[in-house]
């Protein structure tokens, strides 16, 4: 997910090309109305623990190297080393100073499912939310009654080091402008309700595509490329086509996709390995209902 920074200061200064004024009005930050945050009553918090795992939010916010109970503590500190310079993942962790624990719950929705932080500001994409904008406002009241119930943790991350011109959050609001939207990445041609939960999962919380898809030159997905897999954006090799045009799983079963996900294993017991290592760890904790959708959908995509 690195290399996409320059690219986004592309479209950062391709829209702010368009004219000063039009430009911060079609790229301000835009916050969802409180209204949206209002009403929505006690969390249900067996739901909120499932999103959690699907988000992959450990892999991001817990410390380097965090196994079993430590992957609930969100302390942040990781580093997302980039060629523009490096991401320093904020603590989400309860803890009021440190962490989100002072923030409402419609601070905590925009920043999730909008990109924008706390002080009204445009937060860097390297926090999944284009596909987390897929989230409910119940999800969303969901995993933040769940975040709520884990550890709190005092660390402070430091700031980003990210050189001028790469630090400009306005710059992001290009970006937002010309891809970010909560629209289907695909249209199938049928779904059921199977259908539809794998493709929720895929293309929202399990923020899949943000490995799986290349990008064009502004950051944005390539639209004939849906999950075609293609150069590992951080750098060292390629990520798989998990499409049904793939010369690897595209001859798996839907059962064989389902069973790699649970397992780590592959119908020819190679193990999962790399960056996919945590994301099926953390998806193991799903029932094998949605599993089994989230295969039922890359079953389903148009074959690459
Ligand atoms: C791929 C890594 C990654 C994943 C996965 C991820 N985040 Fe983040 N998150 C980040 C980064 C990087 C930032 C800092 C963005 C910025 O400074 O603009 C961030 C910022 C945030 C913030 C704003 C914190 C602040 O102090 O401004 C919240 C809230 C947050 N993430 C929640 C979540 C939740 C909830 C999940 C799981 C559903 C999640 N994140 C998954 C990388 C990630
Ligand atoms: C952080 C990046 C990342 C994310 C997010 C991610 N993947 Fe992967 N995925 C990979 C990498 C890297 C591999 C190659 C693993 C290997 O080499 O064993 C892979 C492999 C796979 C494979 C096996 C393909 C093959 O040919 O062996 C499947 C299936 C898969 N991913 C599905 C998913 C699904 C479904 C999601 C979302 C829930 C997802 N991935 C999210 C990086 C990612």
């Not at 943790?153 to 959050?169: C, D, Q």
Request: net charge negative; proline share 9%.
């Amino acid at each position: 997910m690195a290399s996409i920074w320059s690219k986004i200061l592309v479209a950062g200064v391709v829209v702010v090309a368009a004219g000063a004024a039009t430009a911060w009005a079609l790229t301000k930050p835009d916050p969802y109305p409180d209204s949206r945050w209002a009403g929505l009553g006690a969390p249900d918090l067996a739901s909120g623990e499932q999103l959690f795992w699907t988000g992959g939010c450990a892999s991001c916010h817990a410390a380097a190297g965090a196994t079993g109970d430590a992957l609930k503590v969100l302390s942040g500190g990781r580093a997302l080393p980039s060629p523009f310079g490096t991401f320093h993942i904020p603590n989400i962790s309860p803890d009021p100073k440190a962490g989100i624990g002072s923030w409402t719950l419609a601070q905590f929705g925009n920043a999730t499912t909008r990109g924008v932080g706390p002080d009204g500001e445009h937060l860097f994409p390297s926090f999944p939310y284009g596909s987390y904008s897929r989230l409910s406002a119940k999800d969303v009241n969901d995993l933040f009654g769940y975040l709520k119930t884990l550890p709190a943790s005092t660390n402070v991350a430091p700031p980003h080091e990210l050189p001028f011109p790469y630090n400009i959050r306005l710059a992001v609001g290009g970006w937002k402008f010309l891809y970010f939207n909560d629209r289907p990445r695909v249209e199938l041609a049928s779904a059921d309700d199977k259908l539809k939960r794998g493709q929720f999962l895929v293309e929202g919380p399990g923020h899949c595509g943000e490995c799986h898809t290349p990008r064009d030159a502004t950051g944005g997905f390539l639209p004939d490329r849906w999950l075609a897999g293609g150069p590992n954006p951080e750098g060292k090799g390629t990520i798989p086509n998990i499409t049904p045009g793939s010369k690897d799983i595209g001859s798996w079963s839907e059962s064989e996709i389902a069973g790699y996900l649970e397992t780590g294993f592959t119908p020819d017991f190679d193990t999962v390995g790399g960056s996919m290592v945590e994301v099926q760890q953390n998806l193991a904790h799903l029932p094998k209902s949605d599993l089994e959708a989230i295969a039922a959908y890359l079953k389903a995509v148009p074959a690459r």
